[in-house]
């Protein structure tokens, strides 16, 4: 397994290619060290067995690095090569896949975000169509809460070589959830294509959250284009930490992703990147204190109009 991780020395392993050099886990004095997440890249493929096998290596070496919490990407569980087998391949909440992953973290005592999970509809027997679920599972191996992805990539770009039309076969999530208060910091959900609307990272930040969290699959196309620069932005507007785990690589030969799993932190550097290879993670600190530092210094949700005056153009 190739990991692109970063330890106290920031340094890569020397087996990985040449990534950014980013300042990661310094040794700090305090005697509370900031909390650490881990940030992972996973080349999903059909084989729900494989997968979790390789999701659960990731997850063991994490927690023996330190890290306290754990986020996988979009279909973490499987990535199928048709709207058929994705649909026979999905489970239920309450089936054996999520019921592993809480046994995983309540033996290894990890926080885990897993999103999205391939989650069958209330009405499965009578339309067999699925959920792109985001679950959060605390070190007890409680669900703490699910988000369900709510803006569904419907996209048709030829010359791209990009054609999918994900509400096929998925349901859109009816509402967000509110931020979820985890040993990193208040963590607000979001999945993938999520990450192109701000009114749902300003939603979410408004209601508390410190970290912003998009696991994605990104197309190859899509993601040279605007990976970066939208994970980069939503953590500027919110000035929140944002975590967003990914696939890479070939699924099957139907699709491939773009890999990059970023951190960014709240004045919007990039503090950790998965390139665009391999498998791994990269551990990040979640210190706290740079949020509240760059909203008191900058502090735009204070200078924001309230909602009637960005409407007022309508009005006029």
Not at 226 to 232: D, G, Q, S, T, Y
Not at 290 to 316: C, E, G, I, W
Request: glycine share 8%.
């Amino acid at each position: 397994m190739f990991r692109c991780m970063l330890g106290s020395s920031v340094k890569y392993l020397a087996s990985l290619p040449v990534l950014r050099h980013y300042h990661l886990l310094q040794n700090r004095m305090s005697t509370s060290p900031a909390p650490v997440a881990a940030v992972c890249q996973v080349t999903a493929t059909p084989d729900k067995e494989a997968n979790f096998s390789a999701c659960k290596q990731l997850l063991e070496e994490a927690r023996q690095r330190g890290a306290s919490m754990v986020f996988l990407p979009e279909g973490f569980d499987y990535i199928g090569s048709s709207r058929e087998e994705t649909l026979s391949l999905s489970e239920t909440l309450g089936g054996d896949m999520i019921s592993r992953y809480t046994q995983l973290a309540r033996k290894l005592g990890v926080w885990l975000s897993l999103g999205g999970f391939h989650e069958r509809g209330h009405d499965w027997e009578k339309d067999r169509r699925i959920y792109n679920s985001h679950i959060i599972i605390n070190d007890k191996g409680d669900i703490m809460s699910v988000y369900r992805k709510s803006h569904l990539f419907d996209v048709e770009l030829p010359e791209k070589g990009v054609s999918l039309k994900e509400s096929a076969f998925t349901i859109p999530g009816a509402s967000l959830v509110p931020p979820v208060h985890t040993p990193i910091g208040k963590v607000g959900l979001g999945v993938c294509y999520d990450l192109r609307f701000p009114e749902l990272s300003l939603a979410l930040q408004r209601h508390g959250a410190e970290i912003l969290t998009y696991p994605s699959a990104f197309t190859l196309a899509t993601g040279a284009a605007h990976w970066e620069v939208l994970l980069r932005a939503r953590a500027i507007e919110t000035q929140c930490f944002v975590l967003a785990a990914a696939q890479v690589g070939r699924h099957h030969d139907k699709r491939s992703s773009y890999g990059h799993a970023l951190a960014v932190d709240p004045w919007g550097d990039v503090v950790g990147d998965c390139g665009g290879e391999k498998p791994g993670m990269v551990l990040v600190e979640i210190d706290l204190e740079k949020v509240n530092t760059t909203r008191r210094n900058m502090p735009v949700q204070q200078h924001r109009r309230d909602a009637a005056f960005y409407h007022s153009l309508s009005q006029s």
